[in-house]
């Protein structure tokens, strides 16, 4: 295997595992991998589609739950901040990674991880 065919193979599972998805009311997420010269070993998570369209994965499921636990606003899904020239929106918690558990997408869908103090700093939030 080589880094183009597994990027091939890749882009071939997300189609197939959108349409199967799609299907059944749900939304594929990002394919992962790893691979060696003989096998590759691929990842997908499926989810739900919330109220208004966005897809509930773990991290996103984990900030609604625990949002105040962390000293967030109760709505911090999806709330914007302002970083430098780029504007994210917080889109999950990773509970496993104590200094970085933020996850905000910039504008063209990247995503990102940030300390709890620095987002709250940039939305205002009083500790």
Request: net charge neutral; hydrophobic share 40%; proline share 2%.
């Amino acid at each position: 295997m080589n880094r183009d065919k597994v990027r091939e193979l890749m882009d071939e599972a997300k189609m197939a595992f959108d349409t199967i998805a799609k299907a059944h009311g749900l939304a594929a997420g990002e394919v992962r991998a790893s691979f060696t010269d003989k096998n590759v070993k691929l990842s997908i998570e499926i989810a739900e589609v919330g109220v208004s369209g966005e897809v509930m994965d773990r991290e996103a499921i984990l900030l609604q739950r625990c949002a105040l636990g962390f000293g967030l606003p109760e709505n911090a899904y999806g709330m914007e901040f302002s970083e430098g020239r780029h504007t994210y929106k917080i889109t999950g918690l990773s509970s496993r990674r104590a200094q970085y558990p933020l996850i905000a997408e910039r504008e063209d869908g990247k995503k990102f991880k940030f300390s709890l103090e620095h987002v709250k700093a940039l939305l205002g939030v009083k500790a």
